[in-house]
């Protein structure tokens, strides 16, 4: 489980390294790693080696256990990324999520692949990790209850 910051590596760490992982889950990050070569890395997985970046690396990726946990109330700009390629995920930490996920899985759709990722939202939170952490959400997301 990784929170802002932690969360990107969480997603990073999902995107490029096979591994057997149970759960992995994304909280609030400012980015995302999409799946797809166009965009660049961090963003996407553009301008990396090809046995990192193949179709077959990008169908691993969807297949990975991760929950992506965002804060309804996490609508500022506080340590946002504001670089355009991140802007182009969304406005906001909560827009980029929902973006991120919504993208991931009409991909898997479309191709026919294996999709476990989910999406799960605390309300009323905003970019606050004990907030998070402590909700029955981010519970469900690490323990499966």
Not at 11 to 31: D, E, G, I
Not at 50 to 55: L, R
Request: proline share 7%; charged share 20%; hydrophobic share 40%.
């Amino acid at each position: 489980i990784g929170h802002s910051a932690g969360g990107q590596i969480v997603n990073r760490f999902a995107a490029l390294v096979p591994n057997s992982a149970k759960r992995m889950v994304v909280a609030n990050p400012s980015s995302y790693v999409r799946p797809a070569r166009q965009a660049r890395f961090p963003y996407g997985f553009g301008d990396l080696p090809e046995q990192m970046a193949d179709e077959s690396a990008i169908r691993r990726y969807l297949a990975q256990p991760i929950t992506i946990l965002l804060g309804t109330a996490d609508l500022l700009a506080r340590n946002l990324d504001l670089l355009p390629p991140a802007v182009q995920q969304g406005a906001t930490r909560y827009e980029r999520g929902r973006n991120a996920f919504h993208a991931a899985q009409e991909l898997a759709r479309d191709k026919g692949w294996e999709f476990n990722w989910r999406l799960v939202e605390v309300p009323g939170v905003g970019h606050d990790a004990q907030g998070m952490y402590r909700s029955p959400q981010a519970e469900a997301a690490l323990f499966g209850r």
